[in-house]
């Protein structure tokens, strides 16, 4: 048997010492927002590619179905990469770095929220849509690793992991879905844990 002992306890001390470094201020302010969107009835749309398509998928079930399933008014997230018809038509057609604005192009307004999801903080199809968003004056949620890239700069409020490391990004980037859900489980719902 393989002794992967070091490599198990290396990547577990990483992810924790991220998750000491996370700002908490910003996380608080991103939990006021989307229940600002909540009560106004705001669009919530997010995206992101690759692992963080899968991420931006779950965070729409995870407040479209988990939370909304308990409140009398319901979440409106939407996620621009799960279209897959969509996507790829728009790809084809048009081109990669339009396939998120293009979805938002005349849709949106100043209003709605967009969460954008990029490890390196530099996809360029990420970025094209976030400012369009912005110039229609929608707030943004970034969630961002390594350094933060442009989306980093381009956020108001900024939910970053502070690592060198795709994989730990994207394990954060969960844990910020999970954890948010879990409070507003518990404020909104009036539940400590989710069945089932």
Not at 68 to 77: A, C, Y
Not at 144 to 149: A, C, D, L, S, Y
Request: glycine share 6%.
């Amino acid at each position: 048997m393989v002794d992967y002992l070091m490599y198990i306890e290396k990547y577990i001390e990483d992810e924790k010492k991220v998750l000491d470094m996370l700002d908490r201020n910003e996380i608080n302010r991103a939990l006021n927002l989307l229940e600002e969107c909540l009560k106004n009835d705001s669009n919530i749309y997010i995206f992101g590619n690759g692992g963080s398509s899968a991420t931006a998928s779950h965070f729409v079930n995870d407040f479209n179905k988990g939370i909304s399933e308990n409140t009398k008014k319901k979440f409106r997230f939407q996620c621009l990469n799960d279209n897959i018809p969509t996507v790829m038509a728009i790809a084809n057609d048009i081109g990669f770095d339009e396939i998120f604005r293009f979805q938002l192009n005349e849709r949106i307004t100043d209003k709605d929220v967009i969460i954008a999801i990029s490890g390196s903080g530099n996809s360029k199809n990420v970025i094209n849509a976030v400012e369009y968003a912005k110039s229609v004056g929608c707030k943004i949620i970034g969630l961002t690793g390594f350094i933060g890239g442009k989306l980093k700069e381009l956020s108001d409020i900024s939910l970053h992991a502070p690592i060198n490391s795709m994989q730990i990004t994207e394990d954060i980037h969960m844990f910020f879905d999970h954890l948010m859900m879990s409070i507003f489980y518990k404020t909104m719902c009036n539940k400590e844990h989710i069945n089932g």
